[in-house]
């Protein structure tokens, strides 16, 4: 019974070992982008939507809205914003950072942004077209919570080195460059195999 129970342990643990070493394999990829930018648009519905199925199975994704915004603390509480495409975008970036907040998964979040990409009108109907919430979304993006989650992207998007310039903006594995960015533009898929091990089996 020791012998067995030690057996499963042991299988458990190189289990857990294999999943691990995968996670830790694939390549990342953060996208800095607006809720009203053209070009994010583009990439979102005709890059990073399309091809994410496939790429996600050696690629792991993380959407920031935020873009070139700016914003300042309330006395009282919240913050204010200022975003490049006026306040309907600082209110869709928002409501991109609650939907992204409150997704279950990572495709979820993705095919819940290129959908309001496409319809930036229609939150409800794209949160219902991907299993999402939408009631829970409105909440945080109607109320302080979705303040802050801006906040907190907006942190994070300005301390970016090298700076952002560009919306948008694509950091593959944390590290920044203009070949990977103006490539990923053009060609998600075949950037991100360019990045990945050789014996990728998408990328084959």
């Keep these: ?36 930018c053209p070009d994010s648009l583009k990439f979102l519905v005709s890059q990073l939507g399309p091809q994410y199925d496939t790429i996600s199975t050696f690629v792991d994704v993380r959407l920031v809205p935020f873009g070139k915004a700016r914003f300042q603390a309330r006395k009282d509480a919240g913050y204010t914003f200022d975003c490049q495409h006026g306040p309907r975008e600082c209110r869709g970036n928002i409501i991109h950072a609650c939907g992204i907040e409150y997704s279950t998964s990572e495709s979820q979040a993705v ?46 998007t300005l301390s970016l080195k090298p700076r952002l310039t560009f919306v ?37």
């Design 168 to 204: 948008p903006w694509l950091v593959f594995n944390k590290e920044w460059s203009q070949e990977n960015q103006d490539a990923g533009l053009k060609d998600l898929k075949a950037t991100a195999c360019n990045l990945a091990p050789q014996n990728t089996a998408v990328c084959q």
């Design 1 to 36: 019974m020791l012998r067995i129970s030690f057996l499963l342990a042991t299988t458990a643990a190189l289990a857990s070992f294999s999943t691990v070493a995968t996670a830790q394999d694939k390549l990342s990829l953060d996208v800095y982008y607006e809720s009203l």
């Design 111 to 156: 095919q819940f942004a290129k959908c309001l990409m496409q319809s930036p009108n229609e939150s409800e109907r794209c949160a219902n077209s991907v299993d999402l919430d939408y009631a829970t979304v409105e909440s945080c993006a109607g109320g302080l919570e979705g303040q802050l989650l801006l906040q907190l992207h907006g942190v994070e």
